[in-house]
């Protein structure tokens, strides 16, 4: 399974959520800014595997299953449900369950 991190977000409607006027949220960004937020209850070897696991999401524009884990995906899943709201959510984690 291929992973695009430039695809836009968008609502049950199909219309892209907005961030700003005319800047739409992608699951690269939302991604990133999940692995980079601060976390002081985590140890430094587990935030340095979030910025190794940002740092393969923006290098590569597709991403297939075999460059990611499953433990991979997890965590960037589970780090988007802290961050963000379900209308983020939702979408974000469809599209990296490929849904």
């Not at 393969?56 to 597709?62: H, L, M, R, S």
């Not at 433990?71 to 899943?77: A, D, G, H, R, T």
Request: aromatic letters at 8%; glycine letters at 4%.
């Amino acid at each position: 399974m291929k992973i695009d991190f430039k695809q836009k977000l968008v609502n049950f409607n199909g219309i892209e959520i907005h961030q700003e006027k005319d800047k739409c949220w992608t699951l690269e960004e939302v991604s990133m800014n999940a692995l980079l937020s601060p976390d002081d209850k985590i140890d430094g070897k587990t935030k340095y595997e979030r910025y190794e696991l940002a740092r393969k999401v923006k290098a590569n524009e597709d991403l297939s299953i075999e460059d990611l884990s499953i433990e991979e995906i997890s965590m960037i899943k589970e780090l988007i449900g802290k961050v963000y709201p379900p209308v983020l959510v939702g979408p974000a984690w469809d599209l990296l369950e490929d849904k």
